[in-house]
């Protein structure tokens, strides 16, 4: 048996081993990145600096209380010396490009747990793994407007504001976080609350606040929405149904004293084809509440 092809396979196997071992040894090792100042980041990025001198977030390059006093860049992308020598977009963190979850980790090393509408993640953008630089610019000191925020994702909301009867939304009478805490609360809704926890409504709407010595049972029970739409309706005063005495109906009716629910039938004299019935709010002018009436006549 001839043994000559095996041993020089083998030996071709040794030579290729050694090879690899001197490569190996020769390649000099990535050193650690270190922090160079955002000076450095400016001689390539000069636009983007100069809009960021504009941007709330440049007190973190002006201020030292901070900690990144004159390395603002590198607070959020990590340092960046090897960067600096290869011009390698791999070589640096972006926030942009990462992952929703651990992109926002730069954002929440300082904006966690302050005492503003900001840090909370326990809404439905951080469930749904919004990133926060799909709403907030880092850099540029432009503002998009409220309805190119929200509306870009909620489309079907900001349709309902093109309905006829609605809040004064496109003439900026009113914001999307007026009520709405974008970075979601401790409770599963994102709802803002006056006093504490009042529903948001309240805080233009102060008027039907009370509390009443004779209450309408829906504003305890279910809140405005119980017979409003909150951004735009088909129906005058932006009511769920397009007349007043279908609205009331819902609960004051044989149906729902049958069903067991709150409210009861009309008395007998109220004939509902009389144009003066049907508008309920004629006679009952305190429909969210009264102080001297237990019917609310006023």
């Not at 071709?12 to 100042?37: F, H, I, N, Q, R």
Request: proline share 7%; net charge positive.
């Amino acid at each position: 048996m001839n043994l000559l092809p095996w041993r020089t396979a083998l030996l071709s196997v040794l030579c290729l081993a050694a090879l690899t071992v001197a490569t190996a040894k020769d390649k000099p090792k990535k050193t650690k990145a270190e922090y160079m100042g955002s000076v450095t980041c400016q001689g390539c990025h000069e636009e983007i600096s100069r809009a960021f001198e504009k941007n709330p977030h440049f007190i973190v390059e002006s201020h030292s209380k901070h900690g990144w006093k004159e390395r603002a860049c590198e607070s959020c992308h990590g340092p960046g010396s090897i960067h600096a020598e290869s011009a390698s977009p791999t070589d640096i963190d972006n926030p942009a490009k990462m992952p929703p979850r651990k992109g926002d980790q730069a954002c929440l090393s300082c904006h966690r747990n302050q005492v503003t509408q900001v840090g909370n993640i326990f809404g439905g953008h951080a469930r749904s793994e919004v990133a926060c630089t799909q709403c907030h610019s880092i850099h540029d000191s432009a503002r998009k407007k409220p309805a190119e925020d929200c509306g870009s994702c909620h489309v079907a909301t900001l349709a309902e504001f093109q309905k006829p009867y609605r809040h004064r939304f496109q003439e900026g009478g009113i914001r999307c976080v007026d009520c709405h805490n974008p970075h979601g609360r401790e409770i599963p809704t994102a709802l803002r609350v006056v006093s504490a926890n009042e529903p948001g409504c309240f805080r233009c709407h102060g008027d039907k606040r009370g509390p009443f010595t004779f209450e309408h049972a829906p504003m305890r029970m279910e809140g405005c929405r119980a017979c409003h739409e909150p951004h735009g309706s088909a129906n005058p005063r932006m009511l769920t149904r397009q007349e007043v005495r279908l609205q009331c109906l819902e609960c004051h009716s044989n149906l729902s004293v049958a069903a067991g629910t709150l409210g009861g039938p009309p008395p007998a004299f109220h004939d509902l084809r009389s144009s003066r019935i049907q508008n309920c709010t004629i006679c009952h002018v305190k429909i969210h509440g009264s102080h001297v009436n237990r019917s609310l006549l006023r």
